[in-house]
């Protein structure tokens, strides 16, 4: 049973970090990942993703300041955010691409997905 679970949310100033973790049961290591993020509101948009050989790309409202890595010993995904800005406050969902889309931004090609966990930025 495949299962994603994020930690690390919560609530921080202005230029703060931030380090999201996304713990994967299943086969971690041939699947590509993905970070999206969700404010009130709006639509659910692509952060960054992971691709199974280590690769990233990132959204680029936030390259530069964020940082995906993944741990395949350990089956988990990270996300590092550095001077957070008001702007990133969203809930954060880690996401698995089984079928090898790479570092697809397209919510569509991913099939399994977290329950997310909140990051609130004040000004």
């Known amino acids: 049973q495949v299962q994603l679970v994020e930690s690390g949310g919560g609530l921080v100033q202005a230029g703060d970090s931030l380090r999201l973790t996304c713990k994967v049961r299943g086969r971690f290591n041939e699947w590509d990942m993905g970070w999206f993020r969700q404010a009130p509101g709006k639509e659910r948009e692509f952060v960054g993703a992971?691709?199974?050989?280590?690769?990233?790309a990132y959204q680029a409202s936030v390259r530069g300041r964020f940082t995906i890595s993944r741990d395949n010993a350990n089956n988990t995904l990270s996300l590092q955010m550095n001077n957070l800005k008001p702007e990133d406050t969203a809930i954060y969902y880690c996401?698995?691409?089984?079928?090898?889309?790479?570092?697809?931004?397209?919510?569509?090609?991913?099939?399994?997905w977290g329950l997310g966990t909140q990051v609130t930025v004040s000004s």
């Open positions: 992971i691709n199974r050989s280590g690769f990233a």
């Open positions: 996401a698995a691409n089984t079928v090898g889309g790479g570092t697809s931004s397209y919510v569509g090609h991913y099939d399994f």
